[in-house]
C-alpha cells in the first residue's frame, strides 16, 4: 500500500504529511473543534482586540495581533518578549479556552510530542495583502517544546526555509482548519507568509486568522 506521504491516525480525515525532520502537517485537523473554536476566539478578541505591533525598528505590522494564555507576545523599543499582560489593557491576557488548550494538545501527540501544555496563544489576523517577512521564532525558552499552527479563513501561501535565512523557502497553501506542528530541528528554521491574496471566506470573510500555541518559559 502506498501510505508514506499520506499516513491516515486518529481523524481518518487528517491526513499527515511530514514536510522535515520534526515538521508535520494536518490538514483540515481542526474541523471537528470548529463549532466550539470560533466563538472561543470571537470571545477572545472582545477582551483583547487585534493591534498592529511597532516592531523595535518602529514599523508597523501589516498582521494585527492578540494573545489569550499566561503569556502573550509583544513588542515595544525595547525589543519582542512574552508578558502576562496585555500593554493596551493593563489586565492579563484572556485566559486560554480548554478548547483551544484540547486542539493544540491532541494535534501535537499526533505528530509525536506527547504532553503539549501550551502557555501562550499568539493570535495573528492578516486581511488582503499583509504578510510576515522570514523570521525565526526565538523568543521562546524552550526550543525542545514544538509550536502548533492553526489556519482559519482565507488560505494563505506559507513560506518554509531552512536554518539559514539564504535557504530558498519551499511554498506551502495553508487552508481553512489546517494545523501543523513544528518541533525537533525544524523549530529553528526560517519561515513567512506571502501576502494574502483577496477573497471571501464563508465563516471568517475577508481575512486569515493563525493562531499559534506556544510554550513559552
Ligand atoms: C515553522 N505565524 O506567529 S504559522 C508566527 O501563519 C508565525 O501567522 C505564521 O510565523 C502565520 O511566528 C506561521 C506556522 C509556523 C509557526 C511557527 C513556526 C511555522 C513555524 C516555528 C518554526 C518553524
Ligand atoms: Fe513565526
Not at 30 to 53: C, N, S
Not at 63 to 71: K, L, P, R
Not at 75 to 91: A, L, T, V
Amino acid at each position: 500500500m502506498t501510505a508514506d506521504l499520506f499516513e491516515t491516525v486518529g481523524d481518518a480525515r487528517a491526513p499527515r504529511e511530514t514536510i522535515a525532520e520534526g515538521a508535520v502537517l494536518l490538514r483540515g485537523f481542526a474541523g471537528t473543534f470548529m463549532a466550539e473554536l470560533i466563538p472561543a476566539l470571537r470571545d477572545i478578541v472582545k477582551q483583547a482586540p487585534f493591534r498592529h505591533l511597532i516592531t523595535p525598528g518602529g514599523h508597523r505590522m501589516s498582521v494585527a495581533m492578540t494573545n489569550c494564555g499566561n503569556a502573550g507576545w509583544v513588542s515595544d523599543p525595547s525589543g519582542y518578549r512574552y508578558d502576562g499582560i496585555d500593554p493596551d489593557s493593563g489586565k492579563s491576557w484572556p485566559p486560554m479556552p480548554p478548547v483551544l488548550c484540547r486542539l493544540a494538545a491532541e494535534a501535537a501527540a499526533e505528530a509525536g510530542f506527547n504532553g503539549f501544555a501550551p502557555e501562550a496563544c499568539l493570535i495573528n489576523r492578516y486581511v488582503p495583502g499583509a504578510k510576515l517577512s522570514l523570521h525565526q521564532d526565538k523568543d521562546e525558552l524552550d526550543y525542545a517544546a514544538p509550536i502548533v499552527s492553526v489556519s482559519l479563513g482565507l488560505p494563505a501561501t506559507f513560506l518554509f526555509g531552512g536554518l539559514k535565512r539564504s535557504d530558498t523557502p519551499r511554498r506551502y497553501r495553508l487552508e481553512h482548519g489546517d494545523v501543523a506542528v513544528w518541533g525537533g530541528p525544524s523549530r529553528l528554521f526560517y519561515h513567512g507568509v506571502a501576502p494574502l491574496a483577496d477573497g471571501e471566506h464563508g465563516v471568517l470573510g475577508r481575512q486569515r486568522i493563525n493562531l499559534t500555541f506556544r510554550k513559552v518559559r
